[in-house]
């Protein structure tokens, strides 16, 4: 007879492929994490500045299986003991998706085991739960990744009303372009974050980007673009640009705007927690001027370790955790969908 398992004994296999990390992990109970085996392709993207999805897909095929047979050591645990198999089905690259839910798909199948496909953004939002495991819903997050910017309410597992979200730019997007631009490379998230240290934010002044009729929204590209034009004209007078003071003070208008957007929310909606997720958030000045805000206003700050807030498969698992136990299930005919709406997987 099979064994009967109380949901914190309930093991979850992770996967995820969406971008440039190949990525697996055994997570129990939905917060408990036994192994995060994340396999990073950026020396590869760095040589091109940027991700380039044909290499990114071809690079999780390389690594997929070995990544998920590590995760599986790591956790001293084999395919006979997992109860599920969740997987990133979207949004992401096509092609890059592709590889993780073909990897999941065939597992299942030849092992039959449960399937279910995850909303890459729920697995980023998700990641506060392993760090925090006393948050509940309801809580105001607001997630920020290198495709994404989406200040949501989690009314409850599985169930969002998004707030606000960029017009143009994904707040990680604009970090990797200004980088670019001042000489700094990809990924230019955390090499502006550390270039940022030894400048001075209030060097020069960008505009904050705010979007008249939606309050919430974001817009980045009048700020990428006014540091462009700042580069340009320093360029044509034959000045020298400080990188870190331009480092600095460009980060200091996108987490003005991140942190002024989330604590308005958070007072509108009445949100007495206030979370982070998504690989901006391992920014360290955002991590800072949020949590003091929530400090001063009187609400609980959370926020993942850095390498929970970037792609990894324990966000996966465990937002596939929260399916399983709902009796969510997902069929061998799950696809990848590159641009799948939040509260959709
Ligand atoms: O969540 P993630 O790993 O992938 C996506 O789902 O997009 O986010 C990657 C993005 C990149 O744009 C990267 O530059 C940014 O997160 N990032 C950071 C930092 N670390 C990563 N941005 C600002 N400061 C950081 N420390
Ligand atoms: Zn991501």
Redesign the pocket.
């Known amino acids: 007879m099979a064994q009967i398992k109380e949901d914190k004994d309930i093991l979850i296999l992770g996967i995820e492929s969406?971008?440039d990390e190949t990525a697996a992990s055994v997570v129990r109970g939905g917060r408990e994490v036994l192994s995060n085996e994340i396999s990073s392709q950026i020396d590869i993207h760095t040589l091109y500045g940027g991700v380039v999805p044909e290499i990114a897909s071809r690079k999780h095929t390389e690594r997929i299986n070995q990544v998920i047979r590590a995760a599986l050591g790591a956790a001293d645990k084999t395919l006979d003991d997992i109860d599920a198999i969740a997987v990133t089905c979207g949004p992401?690259l096509v092609g890059a998706l592709l590889v993780g839910v073909s990897a999941a798909k065939a597992i299942s199948f030849a092992k039959d085991i449960p399937l279910i496909g995850v909303h890459?953004?729920e697995?980023?939002i998700s990641a506060n739960y392993i760090a925090a495991p006393d948050l509940e819903p309801p809580f105001l997050c607001l997630v920020v990744?290198?495709?994404?910017t989406h200040l949501v309410i989690v009314k409850d597992y599985g169930e969002y009303e998004i707030l606000g979200r960029t017009q143009d730019d994904a707040a990680g997007e604009a970090f990797d372009k200004v980088a670019r631009a001042i000489g700094l490379g990809y990924p230019g998230g955390p090499k502006i974050d550390r270039a940022s240290r030894e400048g001075n934010p209030d060097a020069m002044h960008f505009p904050r980007g705010h979007v008249g009729n939606a309050k919430y929204d974001f817009s980045f590209s009048g700020m990428k673009s006014a540091v462009l034009n700042y580069l340009n004209s320093e360029k044509m007078q034959g000045r020298a640009v400080n990188v870190p003071d331009v480092a600095a003070s460009f980060q200091q208008s996108v987490v003005e705007v991140l942190v002024s957007h989330t604590m308005d929310a958070a007072a509108e909606y009445h949100c007495d927690k206030v979370a982070l997720a998504?690989?901006v958030a391992a920014n360290s000045a955002l991590r800072k001027t949020m949590e003091e805000a929530c400090r001063k206003t009187g609400r609980t700050f959370y926020c993942p370790p850095p390498v929970l807030c970037?792609?990894n498969a324990a966000m996966i698992a465990c937002a596939g955790y929260y399916d399983y136990i709902r009796g969510i299930r997902s069929g061998l005919d799950l696809n990848a969908m590159p641009n799948l709406p939040l509260g959709q997987a």
């Open positions: 969406s971008c992401g890459h953004i697995g980023h990744s290198g495709g994404h998504g690989g970037t792609d």
